[in-house]
């Protein structure tokens, strides 16, 4: 096996531009498992590194995965671009919410619970009465999203995180696949 190591960006492109010269043309160079970096030219037009990671949720709430998405980005070498992360489940979601208010949290779960309510006579409850309002949750909020980076950082307001949002009343693990493309 090879050995890895993370390098800046700005210390591979003199590599891959003596490598675009020796071929005469646009490469793209494959990162393992984790990506991809194109050059045309003088320029680097697209750095692409995707990742696969678990958050384990401790039931129904919010599980903040902001700074995991920057260390993200710092590792991948991400400048301006955008990050899209997916969500493997059809029973928690992703959102973009307040993070300073704590109470925001606890207001969107209750209301959340009103909009599907377990015992409501859901037919499909092979896993307990709060499987099927959390697919429906699901369903209402989103399982994917994309948030620009600009110098390569998370261009969130103020006060936005980045929530795995669980819907189910016992903790699970969630795989979270973020992706992220741009220069």
Do not use: K
Request: hydrophobic share 45%.
């Amino acid at each position: 096996e090879l050995p890895t190591s993370v390098v800046p960006l700005d210390a591979v492109a003199p590599a891959l531009r003596a490598l675009r010269d020796y071929n005469s043309g646009p490469i793209t160079v494959t990162l393992g498992q984790r990506g991809a970096i194109a050059l045309e030219g003088d320029d680097i037009i697209d750095v692409a590194g995707f990742t696969v990671d678990a958050i384990d949720t401790t039931g129904a709430g919010f599980c903040e995965f902001t700074s995991d998405a920057a260390r993200f980005l710092a590792e991948a070498g991400a400048g301006d671009g955008a990050l899209f992360a997916y969500l493997r489940h059809t029973s928690a979601s992703l959102v973009i919410q307040e993070n300073a208010d704590p109470d925001v949290q606890a207001d969107l779960l209750t209301a959340l619970s009103r909009l599907a309510p377990a015992g409501a006579g859901w037919v499909h409850d092979d896993e307990g009465p709060d499987d099927m309002p959390a697919h429906v949750l699901s369903a209402l909020t989103q399982t994917q999203l994309c948030v620009p980076i600009v110098d390569g950082s998370l261009a969130l307001g103020a006060w936005q995180g980045i929530y795995v949002c669980e819907h189910r009343r016992r903790g699970h693990r969630r795989e979270l696949v973020l992706h992220v493309v741009g220069h």
